[in-house]
């Protein structure tokens, strides 16, 4: 796959290449495994055979970078995230932190019955069951950002979008959202679960198992923001009841923390603020993309107006 002409992309290109390659040595790396792999505002990823090399979002703050990586390859957490890569380089390219991991195989969105929900459960839980490592690891270790990517979100459509459609309904669902809904626990969080953040680990034997990758969002904070997506998907009617029943399920037999008898008692905050997060981006990038809203969209934008229906108590997004 060629890489676009970019100066941001050419010299990540170059940094992998260099990283996955003894000075002076061909590359021989088979077809279809070098190229771009995203390339979004919030970083952009190139893989160069064995291994990817990621340019982080602008804004990274480079304290918290180093102190998100150090986590990563911390030996408690091994078997949970994906550990970094040890490698010579620039540190950070056009003001941009960079970083280099293995390659792991991601989920195949061509076939949702084989995704692996029950697999991730399980590691969620694992992670917010383990104590945050001690030493510089976890002395810098910063609070995980899910709800401030949420806020970012609204912001970011109120900026872009004021005068969309749909604006005000997905402003009046996130009046709903308390202001303290980042207090609570501070256990170890990845704070951006979804199944594109899973890859099967490199060099195991058989069928690697699944692990967690992308720490840009890790940190210490409430677990039920990991549970937040499926959750608000499950109760926007996307994620089917099954799905969800078997996710909790293998979350609460893995001794996962973030919830008690009553989920929504914790899911509920959370699970509106992921809903208005989605929805928000939805009508920031429809407009910037001049598009109607998809059916998909158009969903969560009708989940904000059963949400902004509601009372603002611990029912409100289940009986949606």
Known sequence: MDLPDRPLLDAL????????????????????TVGVLADRDDGTVVRHGHLVAKAHAPATDPAEHRARVALAAHPDVRGILLPPLPGPGPGELDGRPVSLWPYGAPVDPADPDAAPWE?????????HRTPPPEGPAAARLPAMRAPVKAALAVDRMRRTAPDHPAAATVSAAWRSVPDDAADGPR????????????????????PAPWLLIDVDDAGLGDPAWDLARPAAWFAAGILPPEVWSRFLGAYLRAGGLAVGADPWAELDVPARALTVQTAALAVAKSTAEGRPLDEVEDVMIDTCARIAGHRTDSTAVAST
């Open 13 to 32: 290109a170059a940094y992998a290449h260099s990283a996955a390659h003894e000075p002076g040595t061909p590359c021989r790396c088979a077809s279809g």
């Open 119 to 127: 697999e991730a459960a399980a590691l969620l839980a694992l992670l």
């Open 187 to 206: 256990l170890l969080c990845h704070g951006d679960f979804h199944l594109g953040q899973l890859v099967r680990g490199p060099g195991a034997p058989g």
